[in-house]
C-alpha cells in the first residue's frame, strides 16, 4: 500500500479530468496525430487515471505500460483499462533507478506525482528523458495556491502548515510540494525542451461535499503532523464541515499541466 486509496484516486479522478488543461492535452494529442501507434509509460499510475483521460485523444492502436509501487492500486488500473489500450502493469519503486522503467516508450506521462519528488528526482528525470529523447505529458502538479471561501479564521495556519507537509520527504527525498509547477517546467526548459505550460486547477463548488470534506480531514490530518494545535484543528475544520453541509464552501487548489518535447524531434 502507498498510502494512496483507490477511493480517494476514485472520489478525484472526475476532478481531475475536468482540471486538465486542454491546451496541453492538444498538443499531446498533435504530437501523436500522425503516428498509428504509441507506447506509453505512466510513472506513480495509481488506478490508470492518465490512461482513462488521455486514451481518446492517443491513436487508435496503444500499448500502455502503467507503473506504480502500490500492486493494489495496479490491479484496479487492470480492471478499468479502456478499450483502445493494452496495458501492462509494473511493480516499481520509482525512488530507485527509474531508466529502466522509462525505456522502449513513445510518451511517459504522469499525474499528481511531481509534487512528491525531489529536486534532485526530478533532476534525474529530465536527465533520463535527455539521454532517451523522450516527450513528458505531466498533469496536475500543486502549486501552493489555495482559495476557500466562506473564509474562516484558521485557514492560513492550516493552508500554511499543509503547503510545510508538502516539503516534507514522500519516500524520494524534500519534496517539491508546492514548488513542483514552478521548478518541473523549468527544469525541463533548463534541459532544451520545449514546454508548453496551462493551469489545471480544482473548482469545487457547494455540491461537491464529499471531495472538500475528505480533502478537509487531510489537510487537518497533514497540519497535526507539522505541529499545529489540535484545538485549532478542531474549531478549523467544525467550521469548514459546516460551510461544506450548508452548501456554501467553494475552494479551489492551484495546478498546472505541462507537455515537455525534446526540440528537434517534432
Ligand atoms: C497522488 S497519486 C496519483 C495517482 C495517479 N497518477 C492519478 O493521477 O490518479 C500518487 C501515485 O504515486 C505512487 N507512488 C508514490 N510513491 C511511489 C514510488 N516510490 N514508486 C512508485 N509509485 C509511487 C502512488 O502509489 C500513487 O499511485
Not at 486514451?55 to 487508435?60: D, E, F, K, N, T
Not at 511493480?91 to 511531481?114: H, M, N, R, Y
Not at 533532476?123 to 489555495?146: I, Q
Not at 527544469?187 to 473548482?203: I, K, Q
Request: net charge neutral; with cysteine; aromatic share 8%.
Amino acid at each position: 500500500m502507498s498510502g494512496f486509496s483507490a477511493a480517494w484516486l476514485a472520489m478525484r479522478e472526475r476532478y481531475d479530468r475536468a482540471a486538465r488543461n486542454a491546451a496541453v492535452l492538444d498538443a499531446v494529442a498533435g504530437a501523436f496525430a500522425s503516428a498509428s501507434a504509441v507506447t506509453v509509460t505512466d510513472l506513480g499510475c495509481g488506478t490508470g487515471a492518465t490512461m482513462r483521460a488521455i486514451a481518446s485523444r492517443l491513436p487508435a492502436h496503444q500499448r500502455w505500460r502503467l507503473v506504480d509501487n502500490d500492486n493494489f492500486l495496479l490491479d484496479a488500473a487492470r480492471k478499468a483499462t479502456p478499450a483502445e489500450a493494452s496495458v501492462r502493469t509494473v511493480v516499481f519503486d520509482l525512488a530507485g533507478p527509474i531508466e529502466q522503467a522509462l525505456d522502449d516508450c513513445d510518451l511517459v506521462a504522469t499525474s499528481a506525482l511531481l509534487d512528491l519528488v525531489s529536486a534532485a528526482w526530478l533532476d534525474r528525470l529530465v536527465a533520463s528523458l535527455v539521454r532517451l529523447s523522450r516527450p513528458f505529458y505531466a498533469a496536475l502538479s500543486y502549486d501552493g495556491a489555495v482559495t476557500l471561501m466562506p473564509d474562516t479564521r484558521h485557514d492560513a495556519v492550516v493552508t500554511a502548515a499543509v503547503n510545510r507537509h508538502q516539503r516534507t520527504d514522500k519516500g524520494f527525498g524534500p519534496a517539491l510540494g508546492p514548488e513542483a509547477a514552478r521548478t518541473a517546467p523549468a527544469r525541463f526548459r533548463d534541459a532544451g525542451f520545449a514546454v508548453l505550460e496551462g493551469r489545471s486547477d480544482w473548482r469545487f463548488g457547494p455540491d461537491d461535499r464529499e471531495i472538500q470534506m475528505a480533502i478537509f480531514d487531510g489537510w487537518a490530518g497533514a497540519a497535526r503532523e507539522i505541529g499545529v494545535n489540535p484545538s485549532t484543528l478542531e474549531e478549523w475544520l467544525g467550521e469548514r464541515r459546516n460551510h461544506v453541509t450548508a452548501g456554501r464552501s467553494h475552494l479551489q487548489v492551484g495546478h498546472i499541466d505541462f507537455f515537455a518535447t525534446p526540440i528537434g524531434r517534432r
